[in-house]
């Protein structure tokens, strides 16, 4: 057992903060996993859009990322933990966001295919292993720390791993089986969605200039579809549209980095002062709540959005129709009269 003094180690009471975000992320990784369950029961087809069941495998990988931190701020367990514990632990926590930077590189790869070079029957026979060898790659890649270093043990004062080995050997390991891999995963994501994006927003506006404009106002119900598309309101809103779905799937390959970033930086200082300390122990606690956001704003859930708006605007409409008949009751008018003070006055 550490000291007294020692109970929640150089984070005092921020400890407890970053337990409580770590019980928040897993209930939201929870939230996600059951809403991916229940979402393909209803509709089976949404198992098989790669981005969608990935966000699921992604919630599972934020799960063992944030019950592996829950040990590490409880100081009094990881004071008690043997050396092989104590890796293990440290190998869980660094395959898990390994892992989600290869589920998001996943989503490269079929944007890629798809899309830009448009081999989808490639892309129809690997997409089911995504999940697989994503995980299967993170727990390999990073394996070397359950016996790369001479000897692992817990800091209590400082609540962290404390690692007896040459610093520059400590630091160029890490890079090697971990940090290149995250940030060349996540760069690759990125370029890949920056480059669909303005592949479809060119076909989308070459298709446009084949298309004759009409006589009169291109805006009017009454044309085809293909005037109608022609619209600018529309042509705008197809654009946001292009643009949203992008940024909604490139917001993954940015969640690691917002959240690890802090780490990397803490540990390359010889001296890291207070606040970046704390920082890049909370912030990554975030993970699991940040994920669920974006979970349910992925382009799958648009339909859903769509009905439920659809469904509370007729509710809104009927109640407020039903408020507007309620406060014009007491004001109806007789039949053969224009308003009450002049039929009033015709029959005095």
């Known amino acids: 057992m550490p000291p007294h003094e020692y109970s929640h180690g150089i984070l005092g009471h921020w400890a407890v903060v970053g337990h409580g975000f770590n019980i928040a992320s897993i209930a939201s990784s929870g939230v996600v996993i059951v809403a991916f369950v229940c979402a393909c029961i209803q509709t089976p087809r949404l198992y098989w859009r790669p981005s969608f069941r990935i966000s699921a495998t992604v919630a599972a990988c934020d799960a063992i990322y944030s019950a592996s931190q829950l040990c590490v701020f409880n100081n009094a367990y ?37 899309v830009l070079t448009k081999n989808k029957s490639i892309a129809d026979r690997i997409h089911p292993w995504y999940e697989v060898a994503s995980i299967l790659l993170g727990f390999l890649i990073t394996h070397p720390f359950l016996y790369l270093y001479e000897h692992v043990e817990w800091a209590p004062d400082a609540q962290v791993f404390h690692i007896y080995d040459d610093p520059s050997y400590y630091r160029l390991s890490s890079w090697l089986t971990m940090w290149a891999w995250l940030f060349a995963a996540c760069f690759f994501l990125m370029v890949v969605g920056i480059l669909t994006f303005l592949k479809m927003l060119c076909v989308f506006k070459g298709y446009l200039t084949l298309q004759s404009s009409p006589d009169g106002d291109v805006c009017d119900n009454g044309l085809n579809k293909d005037a109608r598309m022609n619209c600018p309101h529309n042509i705008r809103q197809r654009e946001q549209n292009l643009f949203s779905v992008t940024m909604r799937i490139l917001i993954y390959s940015l969640v690691p980095i917002a959240t690890q970033l802090w780490v990397l930086v803490a540990n390359m200082l010889i001296n890291c002062p207070m606040w970046l300390y704390v920082m890049a122990n909370i912030i990554p606690a975030t993970q699991g709540m940040i994920n669920l956001i974006i979970f349910f704003s992925l382009p799958a859930w648009d ?15 009927n109640n407020f129709n039903n408020t507007k008949g309620d406060e014009l009751q007491p004001f109806a008018i007789e039949e053969g009269s224009l308003c009450p003070s002049i039929n009033s006055q015709k029959h005095a």
Not at 81 to 104: D, T
Not at 303 to 314: E, G, K, P
Request: proline content about 0%.
């Open 303 to 317: 339909n859903y959005r769509r009905t439920l708006a659809a469904h509370c605007s007729r509710i809104y409409a």
């Open 78 to 114: 990881m004071s008690s933990l043997s050396e092989m514990n104590l890796r293990v632990i440290h190998w869980l926590m660094s395959a898990s966001i390994l892992s989600f930077a290869f589920l998001c590189s996943c989503v490269g790869i079929h944007l890629l295919l798809v």
